[in-house]
């Protein structure tokens, strides 16, 4: 008999047909997603289930995944599942890592361009009907070219981003809790800095670590007075790592220059304040979302699950402790 597999939001086809090849499938074909009841009662019976984002397994929806032996989350971050308790009950967890990387430092990297040369300003200016004439400092904004770029986070995703912005001719700063080998360093052209010096220090700082409690409100007031005043924060990581109403405040009082945001704390709630600034351009987390890699992202989440089923190591396991349960 095939195992159940339950996939909880719509996902590219390509990766249900494969689950179908090995899995009974029960597919919510929906943008929607479950509510937490309709989860639960949906989760019950099965071997696996490819997860979203959206959906949260605290360690109270995974003490009642009784039969279920992988989550295979289709995304890198794992935040939504409490990776401890699924261990503690020898539940296989794996996320979409890879694939993503370049996708999600593009968008960084848009982000962090736009935000400095104002185009989502520029954009509307024209569409609005507004450009009578070419003056001298229309719509200035910051060189990014030369400048200094602050990268909180020196995992795959921010090592894209430090090879996105020596393309720029940047001086590169990063921050880690753990230092990246030298060899890396060399090759990036990396410095490694305390964090008062990345804040003070940085025109651009960009946000590539996951959300953790270590992490969670990482820059707050404290840090964004730290900041220059022409300074520009980006972040495709988490919403929870930044404080968005001090942030929002920053913003509106001219203490920072601009931000890039493609997450929020809250999302898809975005703070009003944010709304009603022009110097802040914000996307609905999309980091990752081009067609190839949302493609390459189902089919790793399919594959991944497949994988534990048959016995086998998931490619993208987060906790190996679990295999031997
Ligand atoms: C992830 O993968 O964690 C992104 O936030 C969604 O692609």
Request: no cysteine; proline share 5%; net charge neutral.
């Amino acid at each position: 008999m095939k195992p159940a597999v339950l996939v909880t939001k719509r996902i590219f086809p390509e990766a249900v047909e494969l689950l179908r090849q090995h899995a009974e499938v029960d597919y919510v074909d929906s943008d929607d997603g479950l509510t937490p009841e309709e989860l639960d009662r949906r989760a019950r019976g099965k071997r696996g289930i490819v997860s979203q984002l959206t959906d949260q397994f605290t360690a109270e929806r995974i003490g009642r995944l009784a039969g279920v032996r992988v989550i295979a989350n289709v995304a890198v971050g794992f935040d939504n599942v409490d990776l401890a308790a699924a261990t503690r009950q020898g539940i296989l967890v794996a996320n979409t890592p890879d694939v993503l990387t370049d996708t999600t430092a593009d968008l960084a990297f848009a982000l962090l361009l736009a935000a400095a040369r104002r185009v989502v300003e520029g954009h509307r200016f024209v569409h609005s009907g507004q450009w009578r004439r070419w003056t001298i400092d229309l719509l200035a904004g910051h060189d990014v070219h030369h400048k200094t770029l602050g990268i909180f986070g020196m995992g795959r995703i921010g090592q894209a981003v430090a090879r996105r912005g020596a393309g720029f001719s940047m001086r590169l700063l990063y921050h880690d809790a753990r230092r990246a080998p030298e060899a890396l360093e060399r090759e990036l052209g990396l410095e490694f800095v305390d964090q008062a010096r990345l804040l003070g220090e940085a025109d651009f700082i960009t946000l590539h670590v996951p959300l953790n409690d270590s992490t969670r409100k990482l820059i707050g007031p404290a840090e964004l007075r730290q900041m220059k005043p022409h300074a520009i924060l980006v972040n495709t990581s988490r919403g929870p790592v930044v404080d968005e109403a001090a942030l929002a405040q920053a913003l509106a009082a001219h203490a920072i220059a601009a931000a890039g945001l493609d997450v929020f704390e809250n999302e898809p709630h975005v703070h009003p304040l944010l709304l009603e600034l022009d110097n802040v351009v914000l996307t609905p987390h999309i980091g990752s979302a081009s067609v190839e890699t949302r493609r390459k992202m189902s089919l790793l989440a399919a594959e991944n699950a497949l994988a534990a089923l048959a016995g086998r190591r998931p490619p993208n396991l987060l906790n190996p402790e679990a295999m031997s349960k």
